[in-house]
């Protein structure tokens, strides 16, 4: 007991990543609870579901990182829907204007939904901020691409450690959820959790490098045959060849 | 009986000056300045604080007297408006304490005080109330059996307040009898003949009879005679409080550094709050109008849809404006107004709310708008049109129960762009088509286009159109 450092994890540099919070210790997770008891949202994947023990967390900070447009709001539609109840929805410097029809299909109310646009790096951050900690807001939805692009003169920066931190406080205070769409293989930063899409033709394929209180997934398939028939590359039978594909060939 | 007290605020400007000094400032200004206020019409010191007093200035002196006392004095106009509102003001701090108050601008207030008593549980407790409002003001006092006695004696400088009682009326007639008569406010030609007849102190005009006097003077001295000595009745016009709030606030230096005005203003807000709580209102708006050098002022609209009497509430939103607002030229007065207020509605109702947090819904939006402006914070319509490009109705305020068509049958993407873009990347279409055709009319042109769904090789989802030219644009992607 004489020795500095009686155990390993009383190493300075181990105390100080646990300061920042860059550790999760296996010690430290709860007892397996029911998804409700736990703050877990199903997102009506089965498989995802399932393989989070539940669903998504109810409130925090969620990160999507993903290309544009292949899937990453229908693939939280549910969650949305289920999530914002009467509160409202903030929409924070989307990549393009939003459709009201498209909305509606996805089953939420866009009374519900406040937009804000045009605004600078700052201002977004601290719009983000103060909707989730004002407790009148379900969920706030922010594309960081905005921010790495926006302002004149202003550095365009991504979100770093410390906001992600202060973001994800506003949301326990308020109760809600900051939804960062990011990205893919954005850093990562300090969330509840981090989840990679990528476009399969009948859907996404969901990885989950970190979340909190439990290991990294890989792999998870999401099926939008059932919602989004439209959406989806039909099974085609073997013997067909699609045109394009055929005159590629033929060249 | 003494029912009226007078009060004379002889140096309500430079006390006015003094209070908003001592706030947006460092305290220790006063010992170094010396400041006068001059009338300019008869070019004398008129007010004059301790420090230029020291240094031999006294009231009445003329400007370049004054000068030639202290060359280092900061010399004020002397300006009666100012004073009037300032005494309305007073007032205002008074009338929650007593209820009949009479204006006598620029620089008195008179008080009947008999039917106050009562409440107050005697003079000493009444008295005590009073000085307890007016704080740190510079004033004379006196009471009297009427109006004009007690005037009298407060504007000659006597700082008293008597019991009633066989001792008080002695004191109080002898201290009347001991005023000059060329103090009386009373027109010069009257004073000039008083003189002319050897009347120096008011005990000498008070045992003359009243029928020499009506022979002798004009009905200006049997009048105010008979008022003096309570013979008469006096008119007056009670005070009755104002409804809008307007308070102005005359900068000592120019402001020229938007960040700097929240603490000027911060103490006009806090009046503000006192002026709601005390009527039970809340303001929905309030307007705060900078009179800036050499340029048009400029007014600062704050809103908060639900209602509120905080000041900590209005300073929050007055910061997130002041941190966008470019001030073109100094700040020389700010008025903070109100006109726009409510009764105050029940407490929030919110105490059972699962969700947790500190703001309501509206104020959460002000917060928003007063950092951002409305144009930016946006609600989402759907609107009456079946063309993609009208399709939204984007309003800034919360809309209900709008004409909406039925949803469209074909499915439509998340995001719209505002313009189509030609299409450049090699796509597979899966969907469609779907012929969206509008003949146009009015100032929208003529559309006729098929849609398709379709998917590129990166997995991204778009939107398409073909047009009757066989052009192709992307016009939307479903995220």
Avoid at chain 1, 109 to 119: A, G, K, M
Avoid at chain 2, 395 to 407: A, I, W, Y
Avoid at chain 2, 410 to 421: C, E, T, Y
Avoid at chain 2, 456 to 478: D, E, I, M
């Amino acid at each position: 007991m004489n020795s500095k450092h009686s155990s390993p994890l009383q190493s300075p540099l181990l105390q100080k990543l646990q300061r920042q919070r860059q550790i999760w210790r296996a010690s430290e997770q709860a007892p397996e609870l029911s998804g409700a008891a736990q703050g877990l949202e199903p997102c009506q994947h089965p498989e995802l579901d399932h393989a989070l023990g539940g669903g998504l967390p109810k409130q925090g900070l969620l990160l999507i990182n993903s290309d544009f447009a292949l899937g990453e709001l229908r693939f939280l539609q549910h969650y949305l829907r289920k999530r914002m109840q009467d509160r409202l929805l903030a929409i924070i410097a989307p990549p393009y204007e939003l459709s009201s029809d498209a909305l509606i299909a996805m089953g939420l109310n866009v009374q519900q939904l406040l937009l804000i646009h045009n605004t600078e790096r700052d201002e977004s951050l601290w719009s983000a901020e103060q909707c989730l900690q004002s407790g009148r807001c379900a969920m706030v939805l922010l594309w960081e691409e905005a921010l790495t692009h926006a302002g004149q003169g202003r550095i365009p920066r991504s979100i770093n450690m410390a906001e992600s931190k202060r973001l994800k406080l506003a949301a326990e205070k308020g109760s809600s959820t900051m939804i960062v769409f990011r990205k893919p293989a954005s850093p990562n930063l300090a969330a509840d959790i981090n989840m990679e899409l990528e476009a399969k033709p009948r859907g996404l394929c969901v990885h989950i490098p970190k979340r909190q209180r439990g290991w990294p997934l890989r792999n998870i398939s999401v099926d939008f045959s059932h919602d989004w028939p439209e959406l989806c590359v039909p099974k085609r039978p073997q013997n067909v060849i699609p045109l394009q594909a055929y005159q590629k060939q033929a060249r | 009986m003494m029912r009226w007290l007078y009060l004379h605020f002889h140096q309500l400007q430079l006390d006015h000056l003094y209070q908003e000094e001592a706030f947006h400032t460092s305290e220790d200004i006063n010992d170094t300045e010396a400041i006068i206020i001059v009338d300019g019409q008869g070019n004398e010191v008129c007010q004059a604080c301790p420090s230029a007093q020291q240094h031999g200035i006294r009231l009445g002196m003329g400007l370049a007297a004054a000068i030639a006392m202290h060359s280092k004095l900061q010399v004020l106009d002397y300006r009666p408006l100012l004073e009037r509102e300032l005494l309305q003001q007073v007032a205002e701090q008074l009338y929650p304490v007593t209820a009949n108050l009479v204006l006598q601008p620029p620089q008195g207030l008179l008080l009947e005080i008999h039917s106050m008593l009562r409440y107050h549980q005697g003079l000493e407790n009444y008295w005590q109330q009073i000085r307890k409002q007016l704080g740190s003001l510079n004033y004379f006092y006196a009471n009297a059996h009427s109006p004009w006695a007690a005037q009298l004696l407060a504007c000659n400088g006597y700082r008293q307040v008597l019991q009633d009682g066989p001792e008080g009326q002695q004191t109080l007639q002898q201290n009347l009898e001991h005023i000059p008569c060329s103090r009386l406010p009373l027109k010069k030609s009257t004073l000039d003949r008083l003189e002319s007849l050897g009347i120096h102190h008011l005990d000498r005009l008070r045992k003359l009879p009243l029928q020499e006097i009506s022979r002798r003077f004009d009905e200006e001295l049997l009048l105010y005679i008979g008022r003096l000595n309570n013979e008469l009745r006096t008119p007056l016009a009670y005070y009755q409080p104002r409804e809008v709030f307007e308070r102005q606030l005359q900068l000592f230096y120019e402001i020229d550094d938007s960040e700097n005005l929240q603490k000027p203003i911060k103490p006009l807000l806090l009046q503000l709050q006192h002026f709601l709580q005390q009527r039970d209102l809340q303001a929905r708006r309030i307007d705060i109008h900078l009179k800036l050098r050499e340029a048009a002022p400029l007014t600062l609209n704050l809103h908060a849809s639900q209602g509120e009497e905080k000041a900590e509430r209005w300073q929050a939103l007055l910061a997130l404006r002041l941190e966008r607002l470019q001030l073109p030229a100094p700040v020389e007065a700010i008025t903070v107004s109100c006109e726009q207020h409510q009764r105050r509605g029940q407490e929030h109702a919110e105490l059972f709310s699962q969700h947790q947090g500190q703001l309501s819904q509206e104020q959460l939006l002000d917060s928003l708008q007063a950092r951002l402006g409305k144009q930016r914070i946006r609600f989402l319509q759907p609107a009456n049109s079946h063309i993609p490009e009208h399709s939204n109705h984007v309003s800034s305020q919360e809309e209900q129960h709008r004409d909406q068509l039925p949803p469209p049958e074909g499915l439509r993407p998340s995001f719209l762009l505002s313009a189509p873009q030609p299409l450049k990347d090699d796509v597979l279409l899966f969907y469609g088509p779907e012929r969206i055709q509008y003949p146009g009319w009015e100032n929208h042109t003529a559309v006729e286009r098929d849609y398709f769904i379709a998917r590129n090789s990166q997995g991204r989802w778009l939107w398409l159109f073909k047009t009757p030219a066989k052009h192709w644009y992307v016009h939307g992607y479903f995220a």
